[in-house]
């Protein structure tokens, strides 16, 4: 299989962005994006009228196929370097987020699709 997960993790946060989004306007959050290399992908904080973070919430998005009718495992990523060190490739520092929330989608592959040209056409096809 020739794919790339960085791609489809992309696209699911691309997804998942909106309703973030929406229910965090709803809650009084602001939301804040990070690059692709810093933890978390999402993180939502709520501040009191003098500005003082009452919840700082970081949330992942982490993706998965299925392959042989299991899940495989979930990667880490960035989640992984700033374990070792809690300012390294983080938005805020890890002190100031309340909760760690992970989304995560499990995905099926399909096979890709077969490229044609004149020479091997199906048959029934005409050109």
């Not at 020739?2 to 696209?11: G, L, R």
């Not at 009084?28 to 692709?36: D, H, K, L, R, S």
């Not at 495992?73 to 992970?102: A, E, Q």
């Amino acid at each position: 299989m020739d794919y790339d997960t960085k791609v489809i993790n992309t696209i699911f946060e691309r997804l998942s962005s909106p309703v973030l989004r929406t229910i965090a306007r709803e809650h009084g959050f602001i939301v804040e994006n990070a690059n692709q290399t810093t933890y978390p992908d999402f993180t939502l904080t709520r501040s009191d009228d003098f500005n003082h973070i009452i919840q700082r919430i970081a949330i992942d998005i982490k993706t998965t196929c299925y392959l042989s009718g299991r899940p495989m495992g979930l990667v880490p990523g960035s989640y992984k370097s700033f374990i070792r060190n809690d300012t390294k490739n983080i938005v805020h520092h890890d002190s100031t987020y309340t909760d760690h929330w992970v989304i995560g989608f499990i995905y099926s592959r399909i096979s890709a699709f077969e490229e044609y040209d004149l020479t091997n056409t199906p048959s029934g096809w005409r050109y």
